[in-house]
């Protein structure tokens, strides 16, 4: 374990922690004009389908791909909290300190996030798609 | 924990001395115009934000007067119209956010530890556009040209069929304008909390008002957009026969109110969080011991930041949405009140384990806290459908904003003038007359407001130049308005101890509350290199530890001292790891003829003087180009290969 | 000192604690938000839209206006979205310090994208025959969408031109200072990838 990580293995740890922090936010932001924009515009145009797949499909896919991006954030953000619980020996402590704090945003942030989108979502099992 | 003594420079009687040449500015007219110091910058941006709120507050006394009675005959309805849209839109646009990006821009760099802003030269640019802007709208009042739609400007009203003058032109190229303030200002604000932060302050030791500050810059980026498309398409509409709003012709009013929304609803967050970030800045001091749960009000700020754009659709009700479409908006609106009642346990936390120092700083705290509560309460109460639709458009609805406003923006930025008036003038404020204003500033509030509730649910409409007597109306109206001149009292004790303590006070040592950030840790008020020694920062609470004192005392390296001209240092994104040490711009004329050239383009663009806008836009063109001229270096610095 | 690579030394805490992005200029950073807030603001015109062309139902576009046809913007589109290319080559050649390579890229991209200028006014005075600003919405749309964007072209070639002008003095760009130059070809890019977007949205998905 004495060897230091290589620069590609760097680059994907760090964005690893970023996927962490963000990854919750950027779900549901995806999540939020997938599902809206998908709803909206095929009521409006008098139908309840989009090719073969019925409309509530489709914003179901909107609520449940973003839903687990998250929950992979919320591993993520799991993971970076471990790593840095306990650093080894001998590493900078600046680093350490500073992604512990990322990552008890990040856990807490995916959570909120989850939350959103999973009380959306669960709208989708009462409420008929175009019902004004 | 605190200190009081003058903190033992590290740097020798030389070093001062050549600090004083590089970043000292000789008084002159010249220099009050060229300035590019972020503490003179910050001054000003608060005292002309005091401006424009006096000049918003008169408008709301005369509305209020006009209300005391039924059937008053004092304004006519065009001059009511005028005074509620210039005074909603003057406090929201040309107070609220510049006052708090006053505080900004004096405290940022002196709390991470910097000499100056990452742009010093485009924040005198944002300060000019600013003033040039506010004055821009206010001078159309006494015209009787001023906007008079709402601060919400809501089409078809708008559209130049339906509001003939310069009223809408005022409003939609005057914010356009000052949009442009607004956009360099966050810019200036997040590249500064990136590079600029002392040696050691990793992202674990930034302060809450700065991150404050930070999160809401981001959001004026993503949001500001949204507004200025906003008013472009206006004013397009207006002058140039577009149809962007006109359903004659394919276009649609609706589209100004979601872009509008998509604006409005973070900005009412672009006001609070900076006020919030004042709370968790002030609070320490006075409750002597750190915000409790540092990580969880972090979490607060940036998921705020991001939530509140997602949330703009609860503002049209009226606008037939799918129900499922408006689900996935509510569940956001719901979670979105989870961060903030985090901020507001956190800081009763805070004061139920600290030492409480009553002073007045903590009173408007306090007054904070129980204002905005009341306020977030009623806010509560409109997530009942039928309730909203009740109360949407009655005073009901005016008495609500006005105490989150009020409440989560105004007594925070009053705790935070008594809190760094020693940092900013020098001298300590009158702590009895402070109290005085306080109680008026406060009684007088809920005198105003609170009766608004009242008569907005005995079903007064808002925005009403006046009305017949009803009963529960009269008697109400005039409690308000009595209110309001407590209020007004009140906020003119507030000045009379500003301009007290400049000319009377006592002179403040450095660290006259024990307080725990960087600004506490040099003279007050600060030099104009802010620091002589910059820090280097070993926790959160820099002040209040040694290591972090002692790196600016006796035995400080050359590197952190760098006098040998303009100089600051760069500091790596993340963890704040020393990079390079960068030279710093002089003081110079170039962003006042900036933001003049600009105001000739939007004073000629209002008066469709077409020929003199092109010319000022080639004015503007040559400024900015002078200005990011690049200096010509020898052949060797620069590194050329031949 | 040896180096590790795969999954196991990529979520190890050295890696993970990384610290990324570092090492930036005030310039990179300043210039990136202002691309990013100019992008919302891109964002929004083309949300709008497609906003108004769902709400009005009827056909796209609105009244006896023809559906666009796809030549001329194609033949923009070749000329705008490669002129990002000699910038590329110019910025990396002053990174080396040859400042030959910086004036010949920065010329080829003037001329490029001065050409797409040509070819846009070529195309308004076709569209003008058909409709104008004030014809309805859709007319406002058009004109408002591609001369907004034609204006940050015109402000991307005057920034080249500045650039250029500075090289052919001499003693302002090397090895060592190039941040106006990365600056300005940030920009550009954002206005190349913008006209991809506004080739979509304009002439191509009424197609769709
Ligand atoms: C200083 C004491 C204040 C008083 C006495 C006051 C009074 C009033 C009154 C009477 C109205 C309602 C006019 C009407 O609907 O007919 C109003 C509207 C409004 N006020 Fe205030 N206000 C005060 C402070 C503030 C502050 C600090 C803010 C914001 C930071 C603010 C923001 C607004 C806004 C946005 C409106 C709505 C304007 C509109 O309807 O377009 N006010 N105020
Ligand atoms: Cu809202």
């Given at each position: 374990m004495s060897a230091h990580p290589g620069p590609r293995a760097r680059l994907a740890g760090g964005l690893l922690l970023w996927y962490a922090v963000l990854g919750g936010a950027v779900a549901w932001a995806v999540h939020l004009f997938a599902a809206w924009g998908v709803d909206e515009l095929t009521c409006a145009s008098g139908r309840e389908r989009i090719g073969a797949l019925p409309l509530q499909a489709v914003v179901a896919i909107a609520v449940v791909l973003p839903a687990l991006a998250t929950v992979g954030a919320l591993l993520a953000a799991a993971l970076v909290w471990r790593r840095t619980a306990h650093p080894p020996e001998g590493l900078d402590e600046h680093p350490v300190r500073r992604s512990r704090l990322l990552a008890v945003v990040a856990i807490w942030s995916n959570l909120l996030f989850l939350a959103i989108i999973v009380l959306g979502g669960a709208a989708l099992l009462v409420l008929p798609p175009c019902l004004r | 924990m605190s200190t009081t003594a003058a903190p033992a420079p590290g740097a020798s009687r030389q070093d001062l001395t050549l600090l004083e040449e590089h970043w000292g500015e000789r008084p002159s007219l010249r220099s009050w115009f060229s300035t590019v110091d972020h503490k003179r910058i910050g001054r000003r941006y608060l005292v002309t934000a005091g401006l424009f709120f006096f000049l918003a507050g008169v408008s709301a006394l005369t509305m209020r007067t006009q209300l005391a009675r039924p059937e008053s005959r004092l304004l006519s309805p065009q001059e009511y119209n005028q005074l509620f849209t210039m005074h909603g839109t003057a406090m929201i646009f040309l107070f609220a956010t510049p006052m708090l990006f006053g505080f900004g821009n004096f405290l940022v760099p002196l709390m991470i530890g910097s000499?100056?802003?990452?742009?010093p030269k485009l924040n005198a640019f944002g300060y000019w556009v600013f003033l040039l802007a506010g004055l821009f709208m206010w001078v159309s009042l006494p015209f009787g040209?001023?906007?008079?739609?709402?601060?919400?400007?809501?089409v078809p009203l708008t559209e130049r069929v339906n509001t003939p003058g310069l009223h809408l032109d005022v409003y939609s190229l005057g914010l356009l304008f000052l949009g442009i303030a607004t956009t360099a200002a966050s810019i200036n604000f997040i590249v500064t909390a990136l590079k600029l932060r002392a040696p050691g302050m990793s992202l674990n030791r930034v302060p809450l008002f700065v991150w404050a500050i930070v999160a809401t810059a981001f959001m004026v980026i993503f949001a500001l957009p949204a507004l200025n498309l906003d008013n472009a398409m206006l004013f397009l509409d207006r002058r140039f026969g577009t149809h962007f709003f006109d359903p004659g012709a394919a276009g649609n009013v609706l589209l100004w109110q979601h872009l509008f929304w998509i604006f409005g609803h973070p900005d009412v967050y672009i006001i609070v969080m900076p006020a919030l970030g004042i709370v968790s800045a002030v609070l320490p001091a006075f409750t002597r011991?750190?915000?409790?749960?540092y990580p969880l009000i972090v979490l607060a700020i940036v998921t705020i930041a991001i939530i509140s754009f997602g949330v703009w659709v609860h503002h049209m009700f009226a606008t037939g949405l799918p129900r499922l479409s408006y689900s996935f908006f509510s569940a956001a609106s719901s979670i979105i009140t989870i961060p903030s009642g985090i901020q507001i346990f956190a800081w009763l936390a805070t004061m139920a384990l600290g030492r409480l120092v009553l002073k007045v700083p903590l009173l408007y705290l306090i007054g904070f806290i129980v204002t905005f509560v009341l306020g977030g309460f009623t806010g509560a109460m409109f997530a009942l459908t039928a309730f909203d639709q009740q109360v949407t458009d009655s005073y009901f609805v005016v008495a609500h904003f006005h105490y989150v406003l009020i409440g989560g923006a105004v007594f925070p930025m009053l705790a935070g003038i008594y809190y760094w008036l020693p940092k900013i003038t020098g001298r300590m404020y009158h702590e009895g007359l402070g109290r005085w204003a306080f109680w008026l500033v406060f009684a007088g509030m809920h005198v105003t407001f609170f009766p608004m509730h009242l008569y907005g649910l005995f079903g007064m409409p808002r925005r009403v130049y006046t009305y017949r007597s009803e009963p529960g109306w009269d008697a109400w109206n005039l409690v308000s308005t009595i209110g309001s001149y407590l209020l007004a009292i009140g906020l003119l004790l507030v000045l009379i101890g500003v301009v007290h303590a400049i000319r009377r006070g006592r002179p403040a040592p450095p660290d006259p509350w024990g307080g725990d950030s960087l600004e506490w840790s040099t003279e007050s008020p600060p030099k104009?290199?802010?620091?002589p020694v910059l820090p280097e920062v070993h926790s959160l609470h820099p002040t209040w530890d040694e290591p972090s004192r002692e790196s600016m005392g006796a035995g400080a390296t050359e590197d952190r001292i760098l006098a040998e001209g303009r100089r600051t240092l760069f500091t790596s994104e993340l963890d704040g790891r020393r990079e390079r040490v960068v030279e710093m711009p002089e003081a110079s004329l170039q962003p006042l003829v900036l933001a003049l050239a600009l105001l000739v383009f939007f004073t000629t663009m209002l008066f469709a003087w077409y020929p003199v806008a092109i010319a000022a836009v080639v004015v503007v063109a040559a400024t900015i180009g002078v200005w990011l001229w690049p200096p010509r270096r020898p052949e060797r610095e620069l590194g050329v290969s031949t | 000192m040896s180096t590790r690579g795969g999954i196991a030394a990529a979520t190890g805490t050295e890696a993970l604690t990384t610290e990324l992005p570092v090492g930036r200029s005030t310039g990179w950073w300043g210039m990136v938000m202002f691309v990013a807030t100019e992008a919302t603001l891109f964002a929004c015109l083309l949300g709008s839209y497609f906003y108004l062309r769902f709400q009005h139902g009827g056909s796209w576009p609105p009244g006896d206006i023809s559906k666009p046809k796809l030549l001329v913007p194609l033949v923009m589109t070749g000329v705008l979205l490669p002129s990002s290319l000699p910038v590329v080559w110019a910025e990396h050649g002053i990174r080396k310090g040859q400042r030959w390579r910086l004036r010949a890229g920065l010329a080829a991209t003037l001329v490029m994208g001065a050409t797409f200028l040509i070819l846009q006014a070529s195309e308004y005075a076709d569209k003008l025959r058909e409709f104008t600003i004030t014809t309805n919405a859709y007319g406002s749309l058009f004109f408002v969408i591609t001369g907004f964007h034609g204006l940050h072209v015109l402000v991307g070639l005057t920034m080249i031109s500045w650039l250029l002008a500075a090289s052919l003095r001499g003693g302002s760009f090397g090895a060592h200072r190039h941040d106006r130059v990365r600056n300005a070809a940030i920009y550009w890019h954002f206005v190349d990838v913008v006209w991809a977007a506004i080739l979509f949205t304009i002439y191509l998905s009424p197609r769709l």
């Open positions: - | 000499r100056d802003m990452a742009f040209a001023a906007p008079n739609a709402g601060w919400f400007a809501y011991r750190g915000v409790v749960g104009p290199y802010n620091f | -």
